[in-house]
């Protein structure tokens, strides 16, 4: 298996609601990364988990909270967003001690 | 911190002609430079990439050069295709997945038939 997954595909939710967004490796990859993109912007790094640890926090609000359950498991747990918050959520993934990152297709997120 | 600007923000080609995308950065500590290819609706994915200790890496029609005294890397893809058409984003970073990765703002890339 040599991708990255990301469920749901798509997701709207209202500014009250609690959601998760999860993305799933099997390529032995033990670091894994949430990014954010906006429309026609670059991938922003929200998190990084090095061998399930969270490692890198780049100043992301509370109402974002990072999970990583397994080596192969990582969750984005969302609650009290904002319509701002609307955006592509990328995940990726990489061998620990090598740079190349390989990403998911992604969850659209729409918040009401 | 590190900075990557990139150029142009849109190319259009005509199906079969070359296209070029450049990218400075500034932070000489960085040491890997990947490119990635976003189709609409697509994650980013990884198409070429280069480390400092290598001028130049081609991969069948795309090729990155680097020139790292200067700070400049460059994306070639030649006869191009209609399916090339994406976003292209030129990247720095560290050689470890602890270095952050810094993204250029990315070139839209049209090949009309």
């Known amino acids: 298996d040599t991708e990255v997954t990301q469920t749901p595909k798509h997701l709207v939710m209202g500014m009250t609601n609690k959601k998760s967004l999860k993305c799933e490796q099997h390529m032995g990859h033990r670091a894994m990364y949430w990014y954010k993109q906006k429309a026609k912007k670059p991938p922003e790094l929200m998190f990084v988990?090095?061998?399930?640890?969270?490692?890198i926090n780049e100043s992301v609000p509370s109402r974002f909270s990072p999970e990583c359950p397994n080596s192969s498991l990582l969750n984005l747990h969302l609650h009290a967003l904002q319509p701002e918050d609307s955006a592509l959520y990328l995940c990726?993934?990489?061998?620990?001690?090598?740079?190349?990152?390989?990403f998911g297709p992604g969850t659209r997120l729409t918040v009401l | 911190g590190e900075n990557v600007e990139q150029h142009p923000s849109t190319l259009s080609v005509q199906e079969g002609d070359s296209a070029v995308i450049k990218c400075t950065y500034s932070d000489s500590a960085s040491n890997y430079f990947p490119w990635y290819k976003q189709e609409l609706g697509k994650g980013p994915q990884l198409i070429i990439d280069i480390r400092s200790n290598v001028g130049e890496k081609k991969d069948q029609r795309i090729a990155v050069t680097l020139n790292k005294t200067a700070k400049h890397f460059s994306l070639h893809i030649t006869e191009t295709q209609p399916e090339d058409s994406a976003v292209y984003f030129c990247a720095a970073s560290g050689e470890t997945s602890y270095d952050k990765v810094i993204f250029g703002p990315g070139t839209s890339l049209s090949v009309i038939p």
């Open positions: 988990y090095s061998y399930e640890k969270l490692s």
């Open positions: 990726a993934s990489s061998l620990s001690a090598a740079p190349e990152q390989f």
